[in-house]
C-alpha cells in the first residue's frame, strides 16, 4: 500500500482559512469513512484533531473542520492562528486490514 | 487519566531485534480494545506499524508483516513490539498509541522513544 498524497506545505497568514488535501484510493479514502487527522509539533507526541472524517475529539477548536468526497479527505483549519504551525498527517483504514498515513503537510503561518 | 509510556533498548545492532514495552499507568490496559505502534524516522513522516487487540488479534502493516510481531500482558498492563531483522532504515522515534473508539486507533499517545539501529 502507498501512503496517502498530501501537499508537502501549505501556509497562510494568521485569521485567514487553510486546506490541506489528503489523495487515497478507492481501497482506503474512497472505501470507508475512517478518516483520521493529527496535528504534530516535531518533538512532541502528535494529537488526534479530527476522526471519522469530520469529527473532533473534546477539546479540539471548531476551527478545525474535516470532509471528503472520493478518494479525497481534506482538513480546513480556519482563523489561523501562530500555534497552528505544525505538521499534519492524515490516516486512512484500508480494505487490507490496515491503516496508512498520508506523506504530511507542512502549516506555516505567515 | 490513562497514560502511555514506552520502554526499551536505545540502541540495536543491525539484524538483531528492536523489543519495546508500552506501560499503562492511571488505569487498566481494558480500557479500550485496540493498542497501537506508529513510528516516524528521522526527517520523515509517520509510519503505522500496526495494532493489538485485548484478544491478542493482530493486523500489521503489509510492509513490516514478515518481521514485527506484538503481544499484549493484561496482567502486568502493558503490550509490546518486536521487530526482527533491523535495519538502518528501522532507527525512528517509535510510539505506542491507545485507540480512542472503534476505527479510530490512534486517539491518545505516549511520547515517544528513539530507536537507533546502529554497529
Known amino acids: 500500500q502507498s501512503a496517502l498524497t498530501q501537499p508537502a506545505s501549505v501556509s497562510g497568514s494568521p485569521g485567514q482559512s487553510i486546506t490541506i488535501s489528503c489523495t487515497g484510493t478507492s481501497s482506503d479514502v474512497g472505501a470507508f469513512n475512517h478518516v483520521s487527522w493529527f496535528q504534530h509539533h516535531p518533538g512532541k507526541a502528535p494529537k488526534l484533531i479530527i476522526y471519522?472524517?469530520?469529527n473532533r475529539p473534546s477539546g479540539i477548536s471548531d476551527r478545525f473542520s474535516g470532509s471528503k468526497s472520493g478518494n479525497t479527505a481534506s482538513l480546513t483549519i480556519s482563523g489561523l492562528q501562530p500555534e497552528d504551525e505544525a505538521d499534519y498527517y492524515c490516516?486512512?483504514?484500508?480494505?487490507?486490514?490496515?491503516?496508512?498515513f498520508g506523506t504530511g503537510t507542512k502549516v506555516t503561518v505567515l | 487519566q490513562v497514560q502511555l509510556q514506552e520502554s526499551g533498548p536505545g540502541l540495536v545492532k543491525p539484524s538483531e531485534t528492536l523489543s519495546l514495552t508500552c506501560g499503562v499507568s492511571?488505569?487498566?490496559?481494558?480500557?479500550?480494545?485496540?493498542w497501537s505502534w506508529v513510528r516516524q524516522p528521522p526527517g520523515k513522516g509517520l509510519e503505522w506499524i500496526g495494532e493489538i487487540s485485548l484478544g491478542g488479534t493482530t493486523n500489521y502493516n503489509p510492509s513490516l508483516r514478515n518481521r514485527v510481531s506484538m503481544s499484549v500482558d493484561k496482567a502486568n498492563n502493558h503490550f509490546s513490539l518486536r521487530l526482527t531483522s533491523v535495519s538502518a532504515a528501522d532507527t525512528a522515534v517509535y510510539f505506542c498509541?491507545?485507540?480512542?473508539?472503534?476505527?479510530?486507533?490512534?486517539?491518545?499517545w505516549g511520547q515517544g522513544t528513539l530507536v537507533t539501529v546502529s554497529s
Open positions: 490516516i486512512s483504514y484500508t480494505t487490507y486490514y490496515s491503516y496508512v
Open positions: 471519522e472524517v469530520f
Open positions: 498509541v491507545r485507540e480512542l473508539t472503534a476505527f479510530v486507533p490512534l486517539g491518545y
Open positions: 492511571g488505569g487498566s490496559i481494558t480500557i479500550t480494545n485496540w
